[in-house]
């Protein structure tokens, strides 16, 4: 089966920029993967962020951006927020029938 | 707007099945296009996918979960549900419910349901 790997944790300074990696173990992460990015407070349920490689829900920040870079899905965060602080999850398809969740990547903004 | 909301038995038995629904309101589980999804997070952990219907009824599972895992609709009641099988303790989680938009491709989720497995 395949493996998801993201960043254990990154920090970020108020204002700052980060990004965040997905990448596979089968390879190249491509739009076929149709990547997700998933947001994680404490206490409270996962909410898309980012779907199909770069494609932002209602509710998601413009300082957040979704890509492809160097083999991997992206999630850019520019401008950090303290309230960005939280659990961040990729998911990736493999041909629509297997889906497969990154380990997170722990964000603090300090 | 839509909402998804998980229920069912919050304490298990080892070696017993456990069950659980997601109501869907603002939306209809007929519609085509979507699908629909069960996730879990053990605590402390992170999230794993169990599987989903599509709304012809094909259904993909995790290869690790799939001998015990069923996911089924029930247009009538417009929700779905999941049973797991012969549970153990490491199936301990929060077990979350989501929509698929296959054409949009966006996710909504519910707000998950603690399950414990424990004699």
């Known amino acids: 089966q395949a493996v998801v790997t993201q960043e254990p944790s990154l920090t970020v300074s108020p204002g700052g920029t980060v990004t965040l990696t997905c990448g596979s173990s089968t390879g190249d992460v491509t739009s076929g993967h149709y990547p997700y990015w998933f947001q994680q407070k404490p206490g409270q349920a996962p909410r898309t962020l980012i779907y199909d490689t770069s494609n932002k829900h209602s509710w998601t920040p413009a300082r957040f951006s979704g890509s492809l870079l160097g083999g991997k899905a992206a999630l850019t965060l520019s401008g950090a927020q303290p309230e960005d602080e939280a659990e961040y999850y990729c998911l990736l398809s493999y041909s629509g029938a297997l889906w497969v969740f990154g380990g997170g990547t722990k964000l603090t903004v300090l | 707007q839509l909402q998804l909301q998980e229920s069912g038995s919050g304490l298990v038995k080892p070696s017993q099945t456990l069950s659980l629904t997601c109501a869907v309101s603002?939306?209809?589980?007929?519609?085509?296009?979507?699908?629909w999804s069960w996730i879990r997070q053990p605590p402390g952990k992170g999230l794993e996918w169990i599987g989903y219907?599509?709304?012809?009824?094909?259904?993909y599972y995790n290869p690790s979960l799939k001998s015990r895992v069923t996911i089924s609709v029930d247009r009538s009641k417009n929700q779905f549900s999941l049973k797991l099988t012969s549970v153990t303790a490491a199936d301990t989680a929060v077990y979350y419910c989501?929509?698929?938009?296959?054409?949009?491709?966006?996710?909504?989720w519910g707000q998950g349901t603690l399950v414990t497995v424990s004699s």
């Open positions: 989501a929509r698929r938009d296959g054409v949009r491709g966006t996710l909504n």
């Open positions: 603002g939306g209809s589980i007929s519609s085509g296009g979507y699908s």
């Open positions: 219907i599509s709304h012809s009824g094909n259904t």
